[in-house]
T-cell receptor, first 115, second 111 residues
Framework: GAVVSQHPSWVICKSGTSVKIECRSL??????MFWYRQFPKQSLMLMAT?????????EQGVEKDKFLINHASLTLSTLTVTSAHPEDSSFYIC???????????FGSGTRLTVV | LAKTTQPISMDSYEGQEVNITCSHN???????ITWYQQFPSQGPRFIIQ???TKVTNEVASLFIPADRKSSTLSLPRVSLSDTAVYYC????????????FGQGTTLQVKP
């Protein structure tokens, strides 16, 4: 089946620095990818829809200047957390749907810890 | 947007059949019902998808009544490794193509 690769799987950064998370569709092209954030014991919260070749669409309450999304190719979307603060510590997950699949395929997630 | 409602948690024992019901009263004609499984610190994994009646695959069955306002995920003979969070989602035009997660059902399988 379709595979979505997410990197890194975990990252620790200092407060005020920026962190980039990559999401790649390995064996299919994805014009649309989705980014989620998940806090402990909570469900996934959709942050934004990443569109290849155009600007991302952010959900209400998500700061577009803080969470920069770039979808420069049909197989790669990146999420950059800028000027990270401890409250940005969370589990970030991306997803995409392969054309022949019924459901969405999710990356393995990135655990971000800001210290 | 079509919203889903599931029990927050369920307990079961190894070898039992587990049925998790989800309600989606506002489901639209073009919507499909999809279930995902999530283990701690992992991304969700697709389990099964259906539109109406019954769908079965190698891991689960999905029952959808004629009015499609609810669905039931059936896991036959669960094992300890089935302990996870299960999400019911409505996938389609009512959510403008987005996959919106509800609270999910935490299934705890006991020995």
């Amino acid at each position: 089946g379709a595979v979505v690769s997410q990197h890194p799987s975990w990252v620790i950064c200092k407060s005020g620095t920026s962190v980039k998370i990559e999401c790649r569709s390995l064996d299919f092209q994805a014009t649309t990818m989705f980014w989620y954030r998940q806090f402990p014991k909570q469900s996934l919260m959709l942050m934004a829809t990443s569109n290849e070749g155009s600007k991302a669409t952010y959900e209400q309450g998500v700061e577009k200047d803080k969470f920069l999304i770039n979808h420069a190719s049909l197989t790669l979307s990146t999420l950059t957390v800028t000027s990270a603060h401890p409250e940005d510590s969370s589990f970030y997950i991306c997803s995409a749907r392969a054309p022949e699949d019924y459901g969405y395929t999710f990356g393995s997630g990135t655990r971000l810890t800001v210290v | 947007l079509a919203k889903t409602t599931q029990p927050i948690s369920m307990d079961s024992y190894e070898g039992q059949e587990v049925n998790i019901t989800c309600s989606h009263n506002n489901i639209a004609t073009n919507d499909y019902i999809t279930w995902y499984q999530q283990f701690p610190s992992q991304g969700p994994r697709f389990i099964i998808q259906g539109y109406k009646t019954k769908v079965t695959n190698e891991v689960a069955s999905l029952f959808i009544p004629a009015d499609r306002k609810s669905s039931t995920l059936s896991l036959p003979r669960v094992s300890l490794s089935d302990t996870a969070v299960y999400y019911c989602l409505v996938d389609g035009s009512s959510n403008t193509g987005k996959l919106i997660f509800g609270q999910g059902t935490t299934l705890q399988v006991k020995p």
